[in-house]
T-cell receptor, first 111, second 115 residues
């Protein structure tokens, strides 16, 4: 069973700090990885994706991928209370037919 | 530019009844995915469909669950003879094509409650 693992949290950071969210995956055939944000009672929203080793930046968000270690992370700079949500890491399966999601990490940003 | 449309938003069914969940993908999207989310659980993949074809149903329970995406009309997820354990949020997502550069856009979900 191919899996994506995340620490459930909660991860608590003060406003303005950097939040670091981590994820590991078991399917070495996965090539693309996605971060989604989900507010309570709402649907997941795509933040960004990454498929090359290294860093990818988009505004306050930076995704990092290390395929050798099967590790993906998301950094949120200058965290805001509005960033408080559950962050879902997902890996595209080798067949390219499904995103496999972790259970998510709950982030709480205090003002 | 409507997003992924799901209806109904909330559905209550008695045990043994049938539930039909509908999903219209975003305009220009021909790939549809169904996911189930239980309380405190992650999103679980159920099925991936293109028009008139089921591409990957590896996440579908073997019994009582079926999905279709007809040539005309929305995709339907059908649950026969519902049981309390089927109570969950069911999300539909769509994408313009498959591949490493395409994330899925999710609908607002259908919250199914079985009483």
């Amino acid at each position: 069973q191919k899996e994506v693992e995340q620490n459930s949290g909660p991860l608590s950071v003060p406003e303005g700090a950097i939040a670091s969210l981590n994820c590991t995956y078991s399917d070495r055939g996965s090539q693309s990885f996605f971060w989604y944000r989900q507010y309570s009672g709402k649907s997941p929203e795509l933040i960004m994706f990454i498929y090359s080793n290294g860093d990818k930046e988009d505004g306050r968000f930076t995704a990092q991928l290390n395929k050798a270690s099967q590790y993906v992370s998301l950094l949120i700079r200058d965290s805001q209370p509005s960033d408080s949500a559950t962050y879902l890491c997902a890996a595209l399966n080798q067949a390219g037919t499904a995103l496999i999601f972790g259970k998510g990490t709950t982030l709480s940003v205090s003002s | 530019n409507a997003g992924v449309m799901q209806n109904p938003r909330h559905l209550v069914r008695r045990r043994g009844q049938e539930a039909r969940l509908r999903c219209s993908p975003m305009k220009g999207h021909s790939h549809v995915y169904w996911y189930r989310q239980l309380p405190e659980e992650g999103l679980k993949f159920m099925v991936y469909l293109q028009k008139e074809n089921i591409i990957d149903e590896s996440g579908m329970p073997k019994e009582r669950f079926s999905a279709e995406f007809p040539k005309e009309g929305p995709s339907i997820l059908r649950i026969q003879q519902v049981v309390r354990g089927d109570s969950a949020a069911y999300f539909c997502a769509s994408s313009p094509r498959t591949g490493e550069n395409y994330g899925y856009t999710f609908g607002s979900g259908t919250r199914l409650t079985v009483v």
